[in-house]
């Protein structure tokens, strides 16, 4: 089975500052990692999303995340925050093995003027 | 955007009744998922379709049903809403099944009094 554990609930930044959103997943295999952003009242839109080959991806808005297998880790970045960043995130995985997404509880960035 | 539509977007129904949300899809997936999502809870799997007919159940798929008749529509039914199925439920679509990332509706919330 799989799992994944977003560390903070609520992070708050200001803006102009870096953006570390973290996410640690377990899965007995190899893993397939997401990351979707929801703006209020919204579905969840994809930010960015690892499945083979280079572990740093990159995705839109200027948010990227790496893939660190050592650490079972999936955190998202972002070096300057922006208003507009304001948002709900959500770690998710998924395996070959079946055809569930698992995602995380979220995580909801403020962002300071 | 991926083409997806739910109805009704909004919804207030007393305990008791049945109550029938509707996903639809222009992209021709072959696969849809119903999620709910909870504060604190993140999304959790209702049920999902890996085709016509073809239908699976999820993590909290219990006071659940699900039908599938054609590609494009698949109904999440509620057969006599309780309380705690107050929530709001987001359809997802995928191509494939493992490794594909999902494309959410915009949801719908329900309320059941």
Known sequence: AQSVTQLGSHVSVSEGALVLLRCNYSSSVPPYLFWYVQYPNQGLQLLLKYTTGATLVKGINGFEAEFKKSETSFHLTKPSAHMSDAAEYFCAVTTTEGNQFYFGTGTSLTVIP | ?113
């Open chain 2, 1 to 113: 955007d991926a083409g997806i539509t739910q109805s009704p977007r909004h919804k207030v129904t007393e305990t008791g009744t049945p109550v029938t949300l509707r996903c639809h899809q222009t992209e021709n997936h072959r696969y849809m998922y119903w999620y709910r999502q909870d504060p604190g809870h993140g999304l959790r799997l209702i049920h999902y379709s890996y085709g016509v007919k073809d239908t699976d159940k999820g993590e909290v798929s219990d006071g659940y049903s699900v039908s599938r008749s054609k590609t494009e529509d698949f109904l999440l039914t509620l057969e006599s809403a309780t309380s705690s199925q107050t929530s709001v439920y987001f359809c997802a679509i995928s191509e494939r099944g493992w490794g594909n990332e999902q494309f959410f509706g915009p949801g719908t919330r329900l309320t059941v009094l």
